[in-house]
């Protein structure tokens, strides 16, 4: 089994969705010693993001050799991403969205031919199959209850995409309210870890 671990978060260290993908992707492993990991942090080794010249080099266009390794980059996470079996992904909500790490990521793999296609009945993921876990942070309560609800942009998106793909189901293990104060932080912290130690690991 083939796992792949994915961080977006700026923050290093001091980054709480990088401490939970961790948790989740411990979990897996000691369920599983077998598994094999391949781990992109893409703030380490940003892509750059899509712009004329991608699109132009994807319908065979020749490219400036500037692009060539970020093309070629593209290339090995798109690789990557059909080749695991389990997806484990850090997403902090920046500005009431993902990353912009984690776009480029995604504008990589949301490939027609590859990720997805289209035909007479619409738009067929070709992805289905792979079980994907997202550990979430948030600095404040997006849910649908809240005042704040019609700003969540990070799970719905995410949900999308990955539904966009043939990935029905994505997991979330969300750490809430990490910037109203020590208490907050802390109590999201732990129930998010919980949450990822009490996994099913198949």
């Known amino acids: 089994m083939k796992l ?8 290093g260290p ?21 598994m094999t990991v391949t ?12 712009s004329g010249s991608h699109l132009a080099a994807a319908q065979g266009a020749s490219t400036e050799a500037s692009l060539q390794s970020d093309l070629a980059a593209g ?36 490939v027609a031919g590859k990720t997805f296609k289209y035909g007479p009945n619409g738009v067929e993921g070709l992805a289905a199959g792979k079980r994907v876990i997202i550990a ?9 209850d809240t005042p704040m609800a019609g700003g969540e942009h990070l799970e719905s998106y995410l949900r999308f995409v990955f539904g ?4 029905a189901n994505p997991e979330f293990i969300p750490a809430d309210g990490i910037q109203l104060g020590p208490d907050h ?6 129930s998010a870890l919980s949450a990822a130690s009490s996994l099913q690991a198949a």
């Open 164 to 167: 966009f793909i043939g990935i």
């Open 185 to 190: 932080r802390e109590k999201a912290i732990a």
């Open 4 to 11: 792949l671990h994915i961080d977006s978060s700026v923050l």
């Open 14 to 34: 001091h980054s709480v969705s990088r401490q939970v993908s961790a948790a989740v992707v411990d979990r897996l492993r000691q369920a599983n010693p077998a």
């Open 75 to 110: 290339q090995a996470m798109l690789e990557e991403f059909l080749a695991a079996d389990v997806v484990v992904i850090g997403a902090p909500m920046y500005n009431f969205t993902i990353p912009s790490q984690l776009k480029a990521w995604i504008d990589r793999i949301l």
């Open 39 to 50: 781990y992109r942090d893409l703030t380490a080794e940003p892509l750059q993001h899509l």
């Open 136 to 144: 979430v942070s948030r600095g404040g309560f997006y849910g649908a």
